[in-house]
């Protein structure tokens, strides 16, 4: 069966939205211990391209499949991992961005979903949290995808959020989303 991209966040509800992102199966890398190592000769740029001995990797099915292979290792190194192989690929930030967000509710009772670059979709919550990293010049947030995998955030998307947390006007200042509360720390 060929894949079929989830249909756009602007047309589903949040919990049509949930509903898609708990639908997503992966393949179980954390439980896979393989014998033999190497190096896969891959980066995933900062922008989000993913590369093969630096060329392009063009099709975006080809993206899908090594995404669903990926894992952070307990070093903080990234690899692809299937059962009889582990191979080192190279991330310069975060190996998946946040290009879409959909958002439903305000304040206490806000639910934030996002599409990534990959077409994966994650609703942000106590397993999937939101972080601001206050130590950066400009801020940029990142999501928890899965098992230590983060994506940051588009500078678009950013500033959606950044409108919402402006209009629930918070104290401390920040974004609820599915019951968690995320912090931002505002600019000094």
Same mark, same amino acid.
């Given at each position: 069966?060929?894949? +079929? &991209?989830?249909?756009e966040?602007? %047309?589903l509800? /949040? =919990?049509e939205i949930a509903?898609?992102?708990?639908?997503?199966?992966?393949?179980?890398v954390?439980?896979?211990?393989?014998e033999e190592?190497?190096?896969s000769?891959?980066?995933i740029? +900062?922008n989000g391209?993913? /590369?093969?001995?630096? %060329?392009?990797i063009? !099709?975006p +099915?080809?993206?899908?499949?090594?995404s669903?292979l990926?894992?952070r290792? #307990?070093?903080g %190194?990234f #690899? /692809?991992?299937?059962p009889y192989q582990k191979? %080192?690929?190279?991330v310069e930030?975060? &190996?998946?961005?946040?290009?879409?967000?959909? =958002?439903?509710?305000?304040?206490?009772?806000?639910n934030?979903a996002?599409r990534?670059?990959t077409?994966?979709?994650?609703?942000?919550d106590a397993?999937h949290p939101? *972080?601001?990293?206050?130590e950066?010049e #400009?801020?940029?947030?990142?999501l928890?995808v899965r !098992?230590?995998?983060?994506a940051?955030?588009a *500078?678009?998307?950013?500033?959606?959020?950044?409108e919402? +947390?402006? #209009?629930?006007d918070l104290d401390?200042?920040?974004l609820?989303s599915n019951g968690?509360?995320?912090?931002?720390? !505002?600019p000094?």
């Open positions: 069966m060929p894949y +079929a &991209p989830p249909p966040l602007a %047309s509800t /949040l =919990s509903k898609l992102a708990e639908e997503q199966k992966l393949p179980p954390e439980e896979w211990q393989p190592s190497g190096d000769e891959m980066r740029n +900062a391209s993913w /590369l093969h001995q630096g %060329s392009p063009s !099709r +099915a080809m993206v899908r499949a090594f669903t990926l894992r290792e #307990a070093d %190194s #690899a /692809l991992v299937t191979l %080192s690929i190279e930030d975060a &190996p998946f961005i946040a290009v879409q967000m959909e =958002s439903e509710g305000q304040g206490r009772d806000r934030i996002f990534l670059n077409d994966h979709l994650v609703v942000a397993e939101l *972080r601001f990293p206050a950066v #400009a801020p940029q947030p990142y928890q !098992r230590g995998l983060e940051i955030l *500078r678009p998307v950013y500033y959606e959020l950044a919402y +947390a402006l #209009a629930d401390p200042f920040g609820w968690t509360f995320f912090p931002i720390d !505002r000094t």
